[in-house]
T-cell receptor
């Protein structure tokens, strides 16, 4: 257990569905992140929140919408996804400095 | 040129031997270096991090930095079958804020 939890752990959704991924960190960190990990590809940073403010958006399609209501919670709202969006979605948190990131267990998303 | 590069492997190591993994980075301003271990189907787990001022040993793991040649290495002594995983290198530059840049990972197979 790293102190970062994610729900749900597995999600299957159709292309017309709307769903949300939730992440919570119990480490008192000041930054939270969403990553996407597809098969055979490196980790892709999607969004960064620092003290609840979004500081990075790596050209992510608008069908992914992040929300950070406070420094402990992070959501990723999903709508009208495509099959190629199927991947492992990882949440991480860090205290900066020194900046090492701790990952949650991930949500395995399958879009049908 | 990728910012952080790793040989994808697999790196096959006999049980009890030393596994040596390398990671090269392109940003000379990089100041913090992180090694994560990721088992198949699981999320990355932080195993070590070092700063630009020195190497670090923790149990069977040693991380070494060569700033002149811009690479960081991870040595795993007395390799065990349980060390079989993908090892991800991540680099943080002062100018990048919270952002870590990840390599594609090296798959390690420890054979009994």
């Amino acid at each position: 257990e790293t102190g970062v939890t994610q729900t749900p752990r597995h999600l299957v959704m159709g292309m017309t569905n709307k769903k949300s991924l939730k992440c919570e960190q119990h480490l008192g960190h000041n930054a939270m992140y969403w990553y996407k990990q597809s098969a055979k590809k490196p980790l892709e940073l999607m969004f960064v929140y620092n003290f609840k403010e979004q500081t990075e958006n790596n050209s992510v399609p608008s069908r992914f919408s992040p929300e950070c209501p406070n420094s402990s919670h992070l959501f990723l709202h999903l709508h009208t996804l495509q099959p190629e969006d199927s991947a492992l979605y990882l949440c991480a948190s860090s205290q900066d400095p020194p900046g090492e990131q701790y990952f949650g267990p991930g949500t395995r998303l399958t879009v049908t | 040129q990728k910012e952080v590069e790793q040989n994808s492997g697999p790196l096959s190591v006999p049980e009890g031997a030393i596994a040596s993994l390398n990671c090269t980075y392109s940003d000379r301003g990089s100041q913090s270096f992180f090694w994560y271990r990721q088992y198949s189907g699981k999320s990355p787990e932080l195993i070590m991090f070092i700063y630009s001022n020195g190497d670090k040993e923790d149990g069977r793991f040693t991380a070494q930095l060569n700033k002149a040649s811009q690479y960081v290495s991870l040595l795993i002594r007395d390799s065990q079958p349980s060390d079989s995983a993908t090892y991800l290198c991540a680099v943080k530059a002062e100018a990048a804020g919270n952002k870590l840049t990840f390599g594609g990972g090296t798959r390690v197979l420890v054979k009994p």
